[in-house]
C-alpha cells in the first residue's frame, strides 16, 4: 500500500530529538488527572475504583473492558517546555470501522494560558495495529509558561501515559482547573463519546472546558442499562452539582419501567438536594422512516417524562428534557451512522445542553 506521509509529508509525525524528561501522572504529581474520580485513589485510568471491578464483571458482559476505557479523563499542567511528547500504552482498543482511530485510542492537546481560552492544537495519532505509541505534540518552541489540557482516549483502555518534556522545563499541576464542583453524566455509547473524531470533540469534555465544572463520564457502550449497582456507585461521589441520567438509547421501555424510577431514588437517597436531569435521546434516522420505531420512542419518552412529574410534586430539583432537541436544526446532518454524533453533533448536544445546565443551577 502507498504510505501517504511520503505523498504528502503534512501527514507525518516529526518525532522530538532532543533529551526530555518523563513524568507518569501515577507516580509524579507534577500532572493532575481530572475525569476519574477513583484515580488518587486506585492510580488507574479507570472510571470505577478498584474495590468494585469484581461486581462489574458480574454485572454485564464486556462491561470491565468498557469501565477501562478512560472517556473524559483529562491530565492538566503547566510548563514552560519548548517540546511536548506523550508515550502512550494502550490496554485495548475496539478499532471500529465508523470512528477515527484518533478519537479510539489518540489524546488530543489543548493549550491556554487558562481554562477559559483553552485552544485546540492537534491530536496524537498512531496505528490501529499499534499496543503502544509515542506522538511528538511539538518541538523547538519558544520556553513560555502554558497551560496544557490533554484528553485521554475515548474508546481505549489505558495502561500507562507518559507526558515527556525538555529536561530543564519546570512542570507544575494544575490544581483548581475545574473550581465548581463535578457534573456525573451515566449512559450510552453517545455519552461515552462515540464517534468523535478526538477526545476533546466529546460533550463532557467540551462541558468541562466551557463551564468550569469537572464533568464525570459513566457512558458506557451498549451498556447504559439504569443497574442498581452502578447507582450506587455514582451515588458515592462528592461534591456533585448535578447527575445527568442519558441511557434511554440502550434501553427498552420495559427495561426503563424497571430501573430509571429506582436509579434516581438512590441517587436522591444519598444527595438529597442535588439537581437530576433526565434526557430522552436523540432522534435516530430510522425513526424517520419507521414508523413502529418512532411511536416506540415516543411511548418511551412521554414515560421518562411521566417518571419526572411525579417527583416533582415532592421534589423539585428533578428536571426533563426532550433528547430530540439537542441536535438542533443539524439532526438529519450530525450522526456517522444515524445514530452516533459526528462532531457536529457533539457540538450541538454540547450547546443545548449547557444551556440547560446553566438554567438548572442558577435556579
Same mark, same amino acid.
Given at each position: 500500500?502507498?504510505?501517504?506521509?511520503?505523498? $504528502?509529508?503534512?501527514?507525518?509525525?516529526?518525532?522530538?530529538?532532543?533529551?526530555?524528561?518523563?513524568?507518569?501522572?501515577?507516580?509524579? !504529581?507534577? &500532572?493532575?488527572?481530572?475525569?476519574?474520580?477513583?484515580?488518587?485513589? #486506585?492510580?488507574?485510568?479507570?472510571?470505577?475504583?478498584?474495590?468494585?471491578?469484581?461486581?462489574?464483571?458480574?454485572?454485564?458482559?464486556? @462491561?470491565?473492558?468498557?469501565?477501562?476505557?478512560?472517556?473524559?479523563?483529562?491530565?492538566?499542567?503547566?510548563?514552560?517546555?519548548?517540546?511536548?511528547?506523550?508515550?502512550?500504552?494502550?490496554?485495548?482498543? /475496539?478499532?471500529?470501522?465508523?470512528?477515527?482511530?484518533?478519537?479510539?485510542?489518540?489524546?488530543? *492537546?489543548?493549550?491556554?494560558?487558562?481554562?477559559? $481560552?483553552?485552544?485546540? =492544537?492537534?491530536?496524537?495519532?498512531?496505528?490501529?495495529?499499534?499496543?503502544?505509541?509515542?506522538?511528538?505534540?511539538?518541538?523547538?518552541?519558544?520556553?513560555?509558561?502554558?497551560?496544557?489540557?490533554?484528553?485521554?482516549?475515548?474508546?481505549?483502555?489505558?495502561? #500507562?501515559?507518559?507526558?515527556?518534556?525538555?529536561? $530543564?522545563?519546570?512542570?507544575? +499541576?494544575? $490544581?483548581? @482547573?475545574?473550581?465548581?464542583?463535578?457534573?456525573?453524566?451515566?449512559?450510552?455509547?453517545?455519552? %461515552?463519546?462515540?464517534?468523535?473524531?478526538?477526545?476533546?470533540?466529546?460533550?463532557?469534555?467540551?462541558?468541562?472546558?466551557?463551564?468550569?465544572?469537572?464533568?464525570?463520564?459513566?457512558?458506557?457502550?451498549?451498556?447504559?442499562?439504569? %443497574?442498581?449497582?452502578?447507582?450506587? *456507585?455514582?451515588?458515592?461521589?462528592?461534591? &456533585?452539582?448535578?447527575?445527568?441520567?442519558?441511557?434511554?438509547?440502550?434501553?427498552?421501555?420495559?427495561?426503563?419501567?424497571?430501573?430509571? !424510577?429506582? /436509579?434516581?431514588?438512590?441517587?436522591?437517597?444519598?444527595?438529597?438536594?442535588?439537581?437530576?436531569?433526565?434526557?430522552?435521546?436523540?432522534?435516530?434516522?430510522?425513526?424517520? /422512516? &419507521?414508523? #413502529?420505531? =418512532?411511536?416506540?420512542?415516543? *411511548?418511551?419518552? +412521554? =414515560?421518562?417524562?411521566?417518571?419526572?412529574?411525579?417527583?416533582? *410534586?415532592?421534589? +423539585?430539583?428533578?428536571?426533563?428534557?426532550?433528547?430530540?432537541?439537542?441536535?438542533?436544526?443539524?439532526?438529519?446532518?450530525?450522526?456517522?451512522?444515524?445514530?452516533?454524533?459526528?462532531?457536529?453533533?457533539?457540538?450541538?448536544?454540547?450547546?443545548?445542553?449547557?444551556?440547560?445546565?446553566?438554567?438548572?443551577?442558577? !435556579?
Amino acid at each position: 500500500m502507498p504510505d501517504i506521509k511520503k505523498i $504528502d509529508t503534512n501527514f507525518e509525525n516529526k518525532e522530538a530529538t532532543t533529551e526530555l524528561q518523563s513524568i507518569n501522572p501515577k507516580n509524579d !504529581d507534577r &500532572v493532575k488527572v481530572y475525569g476519574l474520580n477513583w484515580f488518587e485513589q #486506585d492510580k488507574r485510568f479507570v472510571r470505577f475504583p478498584k474495590e468494585s471491578d469484581e461486581l462489574i464483571k458480574n454485572l454485564a458482559e464486556g @462491561l470491565h473492558y468498557l469501565v477501562e476505557q478512560p472517556s473524559g479523563a483529562m491530565l492538566a499542567f503547566r510548563s514552560n517546555t519548548s517540546t511536548l511528547k506523550i508515550k502512550v500504552k494502550l490496554g485495548h482498543t /475496539f478499532n471500529m470501522s465508523h470512528m477515527p482511530f484518533t478519537g479510539q485510542g489518540g489524546c488530543d *492537546l489543548y493549550i491556554g494560558t487558562k481554562r477559559e $481560552d483553552l485552544t485546540f =492544537f492537534r491530536c496524537a495519532s498512531y496505528h490501529y495495529s499499534q499496543k503502544e505509541y509515542e506522538f511528538t505534540y511539538f518541538s523547538n518552541w519558544e520556553k513560555v509558561e502554558r497551560l496544557y489540557l490533554i484528553n485521554l482516549p475515548l474508546y481505549g483502555g489505558i495502561l #500507562d501515559i507518559e507526558v515527556c518534556v525538555d529536561t $530543564d522545563a519546570f512542570v507544575c +499541576k494544575e $490544581d483548581n @482547573l475545574f473550581p465548581k464542583g463535578k457534573i456525573v453524566c451515566y449512559g450510552t455509547s453517545i455519552t %461515552q463519546g462515540g464517534c468523535a473524531s478526538r477526545g476533546g470533540m466529546s460533550y463532557t469534555n467540551a462541558l468541562s472546558r466551557r463551564m468550569g465544572y469537572e464533568v464525570l463520564n459513566f457512558g458506557f457502550s451498549g451498556n447504559g442499562r439504569g %443497574q442498581k449497582e452502578i447507582a450506587e *456507585l455514582l451515588s458515592s461521589i462528592d461534591n &456533585v452539582k448535578m447527575f445527568i441520567l442519558d441511557y434511554e438509547a440502550n434501553a427498552t421501555l420495559p427495561m426503563l419501567k424497571d430501573t430509571l !424510577d429506582n /436509579f434516581i431514588n438512590i441517587l436522591r437517597n444519598k444527595n438529597p438536594y442535588t439537581p437530576i436531569l433526565v434526557l430522552s435521546k436523540i432522534r435516530m434516522s430510522v425513526e424517520n /422512516f &419507521v414508523s #413502529d420505531n =418512532f411511536n416506540d420512542q415516543l *411511548l418511551r419518552l +412521554k =414515560f421518562q417524562r411521566s417518571v419526572v412529574n411525579k417527583h416533582r *410534586l415532592t421534589d +423539585k430539583n428533578i428536571y426533563f428534557y426532550d433528547g430530540h432537541k439537542l441536535l438542533g436544526k443539524y439532526q438529519n446532518e450530525a450522526t456517522v451512522d444515524g445514530c452516533h454524533p459526528t462532531d457536529l453533533g457533539f457540538m450541538m448536544i454540547t450547546e443545548n445542553l449547557e444551556k440547560q445546565i446553566k438554567k438548572i443551577l442558577k !435556579d
